[in-house]
C-alpha cells in the first residue's frame, strides 16, 4: 500500500518535470549570470518551505559555485536573519519582512528573487514590486497557476502542479541545477 503510493508520487513529479518551462528556467539562469558578471546583489527569499528553498539557494550558489574563485556570486537570503525578520513582523508587519530589508540594501539592476508556492504570499509580492519600481530586476518562482507573482514579476517560472509538496520539490531541483551550471560555466568541472 505505501509502496503503490511512493510510486504515484514519484510518477506525478517526472510528470511535473517533463511539463516545466526549461526556456524560463534558462531565462533565470542567465539573470543570475549577469547579475554575477555585473558585480549586483542578488536577494532571494520566500516563506516557509519556499523560505528554506531560498535560504539552500543562497549557500549552493554562494558557496557551491563560489567557491575557489576570486570573483563570486552575491547571494543573500532575506529569510535568514531571523532576528530582523520577526522584529519586521511583529513592530511593523509581517507583509513587510522582506521589502523592509529591500530598502536597506537593493540598488538598482539587483535581481531579486521572490519563491511563494501559491504565488499569492504578501510579503513576497510587495518586495517583488518594491524592486520593479525602483530599477531591480524580477524573479517568481510559483506554483499552482502563479498567482500574482506570475503576473508581477519580470519573469516567472510556474511549476505546473496544485501540489504543494511537489511544487517546492521542483524548485529545489532547480536550485541543484542552476549550482551545477554554475559549477561547468566558472570552473569547468560537474561538482
Known amino acids: 500500500m505505501i509502496g503503490e503510493f511512493i510510486r504515484c508520487y514519484l510518477e506525478e513529479e517526472k510528470t511535473v518535470l517533463d511539463h516545466l518551462d526549461v526556456n524560463a528556467f534558462e531565462a533565470i539562469v542567465e539573470l543570475f549570470q549577469e547579475a554575477y558578471e555585473q558585480g549586483r546583489r542578488i536577494f532571494v527569499f520566500g516563506n516557509g518551505g519556499s523560505g528554506a528553498t531560498a535560504s539552500h539557494l543562497a549557500c549552493d550558489i554562494n558557496k557551491g559555485a563560489s567557491y575557489g574563485l576570486t570573483k563570486r ?4 537570503c532575506l529569510n535568514d536573519n531571523v532576528p530582523t525578520v520577526v ?17 536597506n540594501f537593493m540598488e538598482p539592476g539587483d535581481l531579486v528573487v521572490g519563491i511563494s508556492g501559491s504565488g499569492n504570499s504578501e510579503n513576497v509580492l510587495r518586495a517583488i514590486q518594491y524592486a520593479n519600481e525602483r530599477g531591480g530586476r524580477s524573479v517568481g518562482l510559483t506554483g499552482f497557476d502563479g498567482g500574482g507573482l506570475a503576473r508581477a514579476a519580470g519573469v516567472s517560472l510556474v511549476v505546473p502542479s496544485f501540489d504543494m509538496q511537489k511544487v517546492e520539490d521542483v524548485h529545489l531541483i532547480l536550485a541543484h541545477v542552476m549550482m551545477q551550471v554554475f559549477r561547468r560555466r566558472l570552473h569547468g568541472t560537474e561538482r
Do not use: G, I, T
Not at 556570486?73 to 543573500?76: E, G, K, L, P, S
Open 73 to 76: 556570486f552575491r547571494v543573500m
Open 87 to 103: 522584529a519586521y513582523a511583529n513592530d511593523v508587519a509581517f507583509a513587510d519582512a522582506f521589502v523592509e530589508q529591500l530598502k
